[in-house]
Each structure stands twice: as C-alpha cells, then as structure tokens.
C-alpha cells in the first residue's frame, strides 16, 4: 500500500480532518446558552447532548444535519467533483470521523462521529447506512436506550461490510478509480472502530441515558 503515503493524501487528510474537527454543537450551543458542551451533559459534542443542554429542537436539528453534511460534501467532492482514487477518498473518510470525535480545537473532546459516519456512508456505500438504520429501529424499539441502539448498530459495521463482499449487487461505486473492495473493508472497519471509540467511553463511564 506504498500508495498511501503520498504529498496528496497528506494533504487530503489533513483538510479532512480540519472539516471533521468543525466543532458545530459546541459553537452552536456556546452561542445559544453560553455554555461549554463539552463540561455540561454527557460531554459529549454532537447531536443529543446539544439538544439535551440547550432545550431547544432547532439546535440539535441543526447540529445533525450539518455533521451530516460533513460526511456527505467533502466525500461526493472528491469521488465525482474532482474525483480522486478510491484509496484517497476512502482515507479522507476516516479522517473525516477522526477530526469529528476527537478535534485538536477540544482538546480531543468531540463527539461520537453517528452523523458524520451516516453522512459518510450515505455516499460511499448506502447500503450500509440502510442496515445501520435498521439495526438502530430494532434494538431501540427492545431496549428504548439510544446510546444502546448506537452501538450494538455501529458494532455490527463489519457485518454489513462482509455483507458486502460477499454479494456482489450490493457493491456501490466500483466505477470509482481505484476502487478497491479491500480499500472498502479496511477503511470501513476504521471508522467504525473510531466511532466505537467514543461510544465506549460513554459507557465506561456509566452514562447511558
């Protein structure tokens, strides 16, 4: 894989990651409240902590969709805008979900990367965000804990992926240059352990509600 490391995936991954790193609830929420998400709450910066802080529904909607966005645009960008090889989109996906839950502006505190992985995914191979969706549906309506539904979803990423290998008509994108179904498993599998990260310490630290 002497083709990963080349001055444009460098670059591709830094401006990834500064994209992933926006820190669009903590700044949302600082300017409605005035308060720092990232000590109100679970912590955590995203989607339900923001709404949970801030009482208000038009900022947890927002913060969702614009961490979507943050998955979706700069991924379609550079697979069909100035498209890239398979390998560099696929590395600047994961950095991409790195910058979201673990920002340098932060001091590495984010948040848990659910959104931009959907936004992410949606592109990529939206069979995968299909099967998350479907998995979350099931287990909350069992457990009514979305933190578990989270991550038993999330957890089963590599699933959906070998899902994929396996059936062929399932495989989105292969007219992409480079594409690759290896390039496709393995960075699959690091963005979910990345997301999975996070869920675990929320769990670590007994903050499932």
Do not use: Q
């Not at 949302?28 to 709404?51: A, C, I, M, P, W």
């Not at 890239?84 to 932060?106: C, E, K, Q, R, T």
């Amino acid at each position: 894989m002497t083709e990963l490391f080349t001055v444009n995936n460098l670059v591709i991954f830094v401006l990834c990651y500064i994209i992933g790193s926006f820190p669009t609830a903590y700044l949302l929420v600082k300017y409605k409240t005035n308060k720092d998400l990232t000590k109100e709450g679970s912590g955590n910066v995203g989607t339900l902590n923001s709404f949970t802080v801030s009482k208000s529904k038009f900022i947890g909607a927002a913060v969702l969709m614009i961490d979507i966005l943050k998955g979706i645009l700069p991924v379609y960008f550079m697979m069909f805008i100035m498209p890239h090889p398979y390998l560099s989109v696929m590395l600047g996906a994961s950095a991409l979900i790195l910058g979201h839950n673990y920002p340098v502006w932060l001091k590495f505190k984010g948040g848990r990367g659910l959104a931009t992985g959907a936004g992410i995914f949606m592109v990529v191979n939206y069979y995968i965000f299909f099967g998350w969706c479907i998995v979350w549906l099931v287990v909350f309506m069992l457990k009514r804990k979305v933190l578990i539904a989270n991550t038993i979803a999330t957890f089963l990423l590599p699933f959906y992926v070998l899902l994929i290998n396996f059936f062929g008509f399932l495989v989105v994108n292969s007219d992409v240059r480079g594409f690759s179904l290896n390039y496709f498993t393995i960075f699959s599998i690091i963005i979910t352990i990345v997301i999975l990260s996070r869920h675990t310490e929320v769990f670590k630290k007994n903050k499932i509600s």
